[in-house]
Structures are given as structure tokens and as C-alpha cells.
């Protein structure tokens, strides 16, 4: 099996809001023009600014290529622009959320629990996301 299926019926459960407590991934995938990243995720977390979900290459400010985090509402980054949708997500339900992005219009899309929240357009337009990454 490659390492993809192996995680596909892989459940991360971190107890308590901690930026000492994360799964880190090493890709090794091409540069990417568009992507869909889909998480679930539950928090009544009012306090962290810390992500749910990124995909890093490098490090610094300018490491977080994507990246999901539900501080107060969801919001959400690609490249070094961020955006704040709010949507209210810290409500300790359980959400299924998905971010959609493209480079050609720069139009990125977030969909909470199936229904489109919000979308954004001229984000980071023409450019790439750099390959593999954590």
C-alpha cells in the first residue's frame, strides 16, 4: 500500500489545544496550481492562533503555503494571503471543512458542511504552491 491509503482510515485526536501537539507529514508532491484540501475538525478554542491545517515549505513567515485555522471564525490562507471568512466554527461541533483554490482567477472557495461559506477571488493569482513541503 502506498502511504496515501495507509492514512485513509487514520483518525488524529489531540486532547487539549497545544501548539506542542501535531502530526507532521513530508510530501513529496509537484508544485501545484490548484488544489482541495478537506479536514474535520472540532474546537471551542477562543484563545490559540494556530492552524488546523498547513502545508509548509521553508521556514518564517512566509512558511505557511495553505493553511486553515478557527480562531473566533475559520480563516483561511494561501500563500502569504489571509482571509477571514466569519464563518463561526469554535462552536465544540464537529465541522467538515474544504478549501478549494486555483491560480489562473485566484479564486478560492471555503465550504463548511457541505454549503459554499464564502469566496474570495485574485488570490495570489498566477502563482504556484512550491512541491513537498510539511
Sequence with gaps: TTPSQRLTTKVLNFPAPSSQNYALLKTNMPSLTEFTVCAWAQSNDKDSKGYFFSLATGKGDDANQIALSALNSLNVAVKSSFQQTSIP????????????????????NVYVDGALGKTFTGIATGQNIPGSGT
Design 89 to 108: 466554527l469554535n462552536d465544540g461541533g464537529w465541522h467538515y471543512v474544504c478549501m478549494t483554490w486555483e491560480n489562473g482567477s485566484g479564486e478560492l
